[in-house]
């Protein structure tokens, strides 16, 4: 069974402070994403990792991809309240067809 | 650009309704579409994909005399839950695979913006 596991679940963070959040996966897939989902709402496409060793950048979200170890990361750089948000990843081992991760509830507090 | 674009956003009903939502692939031809299910506080869960002229493929699980998909046409796929009662309550959102090549080349998938379903 494919399995997609964040850490952590729940992150709450002052602003101005950086973190990690953790994406392993247990098949080989050459592709990841991360994606945002703010309460209420559907998803939305933050990166797109098609390549090990990827590395993508928008202001302050930082995503990488290791295929070899099956590891994803997003990197949050001096957070602000407006990344208070859900985040998840997803692998398409198979070509489109995703499976998301457990997701990670960020908390920004001021 | 390229949008799916799902209705409704919300339905409340009554326990034993059937509900249908609707998924437009705008713009762009969709065979495939994929329909997803979130309880609160938790992940997506694909449900099923939907071939446009053939049966749906459901995922382990799912019942699919409940959960009804149609794809008639290369732009619209349905999903109808049938007899809705309140455990069905959930958040479903459908997607579609984007075109290869041209400006999608890096978005596989684009996604509807989500039914919320409430069953009382």
């Known amino acids: 069974e494919l399995k997609v596991e964040q850490n952590p679940l729940f992150l709450s963070m002052q602003e101005g402070k950086n973190y990690t959040i953790y994406c392993n996966y247990s098949?080989?897939?050459?592709?990841l994403y991360w994606y945002r989902q703010d309460p209420g709402k559907s998803l939305e496409s933050l990166f797109v990792?098609?390549?090990?060793?990827a590395v993508k950048q928008e202001g302050r979200l930082m995503a990488s991809l290791d295929t070899k170890a099956r590891l994803s990361t997003l990197h949050i750089t001096a957070a602000v309240h407006d990344l208070s948000a859900t985040y998840f990843c997803?692998?398409?081992?198979?070509?489109?067809?995703?499976?998301f991760g457990t997701g990670t509830s960020l908390t920004v507090i001021p | 650009g390229a949008v799916v674009s799902q209705h409704p956003s919300r339905v409340i009903c009554k326990s034993g309704t059937s509900v249908k939502i609707e998924c437009r692939s705008l713009?762009?031809?969709?065979?495939?579409m994929f329909w997803y299910r979130q309880f609160p506080k938790q992940s997506l869960m694909l449900m099923a994909t939907?071939?446009?002229?053939?049966?749906?493929?459901?995922e382990q699980g799912v019942e699919k005399d409940k959960f009804l998909i149609n794809h008639a046409s290369l732009t619209l796929s349905t999903l109808t839950v049938t007899s809705a009662h309140p455990e069905d309550s959930s958040f479903y959102i459908c997607?579609?695979?984007?075109?290869?090549?041209?400006?999608?080349?890096?978005?596989?998938?684009?996604f509807g913006d989500g039914t919320r379903l409430s069953i009382l």
């Open positions: 713009d762009f031809q969709a065979t495939t």
């Open positions: 939907s071939n446009e002229g053939s049966k749906a493929t459901y």
């Open positions: 990792l098609l390549s090990n060793g």
């Open positions: 098949t080989t897939s050459d592709r």
């Open positions: 997803a692998v398409d081992p198979l070509g489109n067809q995703f499976y």
């Open positions: 997607s579609a695979p984007l075109p290869t090549g041209g400006p999608y080349s890096n978005q596989p998938q684009h």
